[in-house]
C-alpha cells in the first residue's frame, strides 16, 4: 500500500493526503463522507463502503467523465482552427475543429509541429504550448487531429477537476 492517497466524493477527487491525515480523518469521522479511495495507481480507484453510489473521474491516461470546458485554437503560423480538446492523456490530446470541414485533405500533417492555445472557458485560465501531430483521422466531416505533448498543460488539469 501506498502512503499518499487521495480520496473522492460528489464527482471530486480531493488529496494528496498521508497515513497520518488517514488516521486524523477516521477519527473525526471525515472519513464516512467519502466513497472512494486510490490507494495504488495501478490498481485504480476502490469503494470505501458496499455500495458505491457515484464513480469519481479517472486522472490517469482515460479521459475524465465530465466535458472538458475548454476552447483551443490550433495552428502551425499559416492556417489556423478554432475548435476544443475532446480528450487527453498525459502524453497527448485530441483536437476536434469546431466547424465541419468538406475539405478532403487535412489542415496539418502527422509529424508537423504546431501551437496550441487553450482557454479554459469556466476559469478563464489559457495556456500555449508546442505541440506535435502524430495522427488525424475524418468522421462525418469532423477532422479529429492527436497532438502529443510532454506534459498536461495547467489548465487542463483544472479542467478535468
Known amino acids: 500500500m501506498y502512503e499518499i492517497f487521495f480520496l473522492s466524493k460528489n464527482g471530486k477527487v480531493y488529496g494528496p493526503f498521508d497515513s497520518s491525515q488517514r488516521v486524523k480523518m477516521q477519527q473525526q469521522a471525515e472519513w464516512s463522507t467519502f466513497g472512494w479511495i486510490i490507494n495504488d495507481p495501478t490498481i485504480g480507484w476502490e469503494c470505501l463502503w458496499e455500495k458505491p453510489i457515484e464513480i469519481p473521474p479517472f486522472h490517469g491516461k482515460k479521459t475524465p467523465h465530465k466535458p472538458l470546458a475548454l476552447t483551443a485554437l490550433c495552428h502551425n503560423y499559416k492556417h489556423a482552427l478554432s475548435g476544443k480538446i475532446v480528450s487527453f492523456s498525459s502524453t497527448e490530446c485530441i483536437f476536434q475543429p469546431y466547424r465541419p ?8 500533417m502527422p509529424g508537423e509541429k504546431l501551437v496550441l492555445n487553450l482557454l479554459h472557458t469556466e476559469t478563464h485560465v489559457s495556456e500555449s504550448l508546442q505541440v506535435q501531430l502524430l495522427t488525424y483521422k475524418r468522421e462525418k466531416n469532423v477532422w479529429f487531429y492527436t497532438c502529443a505533448w510532454h506534459s498536461v498543460p495547467q489548465c487542463l488539469k483544472a479542467a478535468a477537476q
Not at 475539405?103 to 496539418?108: A, E, G, M
Open 101 to 108: 470541414w468538406k475539405r478532403v485533405q487535412p489542415h496539418f
